[in-house]
C-alpha cells in the first residue's frame, strides 16, 4: 500500500512541506492541510484531542480517525521541521518585508 497520489500539491509539498498549495478532494493534502489547522494547533497545545479536532479528523478520515491522526502528526513534524531548516537559513536580501 505505498500508492503515491498524482497530486501537483502533494508534488510541490515533497519539496517544500510548508506549501500553501492544497488539492481538494486529495487525501493526502488534506491530511497536510489538517496539520495547519486551528483545530489540531488547539489540540496539539491541549495535549488532548479537542472535539472540534476529532470532528475534523473524522470528516476526513471518517472510519479511522486514529490513524488519520498519526499521518497528521507526521505531517505537522515535516512541517515543523522545514521551517525550523528555512528560518536557520538567512532571507536573501531582495525580499522584503513579513509575508504572512
Ligand atoms: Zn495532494
Known sequence: MTHEPE???CTA???????PMFQSGCLECSTRA???SPQF???????RMTP??????ESVFK???R????????WFERISQ???????????????GPLI
Do not use: I, M, W
Not at 52 to 57: D, E, F, G, N
Not at 67 to 74: E, I, L, S, T, W
Open 34 to 36: 489538517l496539520a495547519c
Open 52 to 57: 472540534a479536532y476529532r470532528a475534523a479528523l
Open 63 to 65: 472510519a479511522d480517525p
Open 82 to 96: 522545514h521551517r525550523r531548516d528555512v528560518s536557520l537559513t538567512p532571507p536573501p536580501k531582495t525580499v522584503r
Open 13 to 19: 509539498a515533497q519539496d517544500n512541506p510548508a506549501t
Open 7 to 9: 497530486c501537483k500539491a
Open 67 to 74: 490513524a488519520g491522526h498519526k499521518r497528521v502528526k507526521a
Open 41 to 47: 494547533f488547539e489540540a496539539d497545545k491541549a495535549h
